[in-house]
């Protein structure tokens, strides 16, 4: 256990902390400026050991990096069949490999980032334009009114809340030979992700990563 005991009084302008001789034991108050007080209370309660942390959450396979604070995560998800919906008309489509990177601040999802790619290869990983409506300049997804809120650190959950809110946009911009939303989810639902129509974004993954 790791005390500290300061004694403050109305006579004296500094504060005093109860200090110990470790070779004799003896215990006597030593005068100290306010900034070292403040210093000592900021490092008592920075130890690792001074309190009991929250037990650690398992993350999801999926997220492949993060910032130190997690104020970004980097998500990536493997071509699958979801459901998005579009007018009020659900889709079970092939979605294609997609990596995100989410921007996150006090458990709101700030704003998401994504690219489509053919093949990982790590940080050589070659990225492709997100393929699907909904998109702003600079591979942002427009959020909209969808949720943002981010419940036990379930990046992933927040995500595909993200992604299931129903798509505004009439057109896709970022795929080769569609522009129509409701025609370009029609194929998609009857064929594979064609692939061949991605349209590069000059990028690789170490292009948007630290190290």
Same mark, same amino acid.
């Given at each position: ?28 108050? *030593? ?10 209370? @900021? ?22 990096? /993060? ?12 071509? %699958? ?12 489509? %092939? ?10 601040? /006090?458990? $709101? ?15 050589? $990983? ?12 600079? @591979? ?18 927040? *995500?595909?809340?993200?992604?299931? $809110? ?6 896709? @911009? ?21 692939? %061949?129509? *991605? ?13």
């Amino acid at each position: 256990m790791k005390e500290m005991i300061i004694r403050i009084s109305d006579i004296n302008e500094e504060a005093e902390i109860l200090e110990v001789n470790k070779i004799s034991n003896q215990e006597y108050f *030593l005068s100290a400026p306010l900034k070292e007080i403040v210093k000592k209370i @900021n490092d008592y309660t920075t130890n690792p050991y001074a309190n009991n942390h929250a037990k650690p959450y398992l993350l999801h396979s999926s997220i492949i990096g /993060a910032s130190d604070d997690f104020g970004s995560i980097l998500i990536n998800q493997p071509e %699958h069949i979801r459901i998005v919906t579009y007018k009020d008309k659900a889709y079970k489509i %092939h979605f294609p490999n997609a990596l995100y990177i989410m921007y996150q601040n /006090a458990g $709101t999802v700030d704003s998401i980032k994504a690219f489509a790619y053919k093949q990982f290869d790590g940080t050589n $990983t070659k990225l492709y334009r997100y393929p699907m409506p909904n998109m702003l300049g600079n @591979n942002m997804i427009c959020i909209g009114s969808a949720p943002r809120k981010i419940s036990d650190c379930d990046y992933i959950k927040a *995500l595909e809340n993200i992604i299931f $809110t129903q798509y505004t946009h009439n057109t896709v @911009n970022d795929i080769k030979s569609f522009k129509n939303t409701v025609d370009y989810f029609a194929y998609l639902s009857a064929n594979e992700f064609p692939y %061949h129509l *991605l349209i590069t974004d000059n990028k690789t993954l170490k292009d948007i990563v630290n190290g």
